[in-house]
């Protein structure tokens, strides 16, 4: 079924110049970038996106990462997209994330793992709409 996912390319996948070699992995998976823009999260955006994570000990330092520069947000669109990019990423823990999955090639960190992708049909509607706009 053609849905579409909130992706995240977070603060250290700009900054260590992974941007064009994770683009590459969505498009070459035969996934479709709609939309796409950088800019940098405020302290209240993050609140917001992670309010799941908001009472965890290690939130404060989630928050300080995710505010320390740009990020690249997209919307990307294709046949079961939440669940294949999920794939596609790794799990969250650095350690369970496989070669060749995004974060297991390019992470060492459950906090700063590279890339955040929408969990549900549900949320990524209410992401794209948090990032991109009520009308997107
Ligand atoms: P997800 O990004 O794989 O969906 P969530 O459970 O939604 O994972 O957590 C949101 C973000 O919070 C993670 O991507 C990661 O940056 C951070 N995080 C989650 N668990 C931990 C942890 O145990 N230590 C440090 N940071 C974590
Ligand atoms: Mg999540």
Redesign the pocket.
């Known amino acids: 079924m053609k849905e579409r996912t909130y992706i995240m390319l977070?603060p250290n996948a700009i900054k260590r110049r992974l941007v064009g070699e994770v683009i590459k992995r969505i498009e070459q998976k035969g996934f479709e970038i709609t939309n796409m823009k950088m800019f940098t999260l405020t302290d209240e955006l993050v609140k917001e996106h992670?309010a799941?994570?908001a009472d965890?000990p290690?939130f404060p330092?989630?928050k300080d990462?995710?505010t320390s520069g740009p990020v690249v947000g997209m919307i990307v669109e294709g046949d079961n997209v939440v669940e294949g990019m999920?794939i596609l990423?790794g799990?969250?823990?650095w350690l369970e994330a496989q070669p060749g999955t995004i974060r297991g090639d390019f992470a060492i960190?459950?906090?700063?793992?590279i890339i955040?992708?929408s969990?549900s049909v549900e949320n990524a509607e209410i992401e794209i709409k948090r990032f991109f706009g009520k009308d997107a």
């Open positions: 977070k992670y799941h994570i965890k290690f330092e989630v990462f995710m999920r990423m799990p969250t823990k960190s459950n906090g700063e793992n955040h992708g969990d």
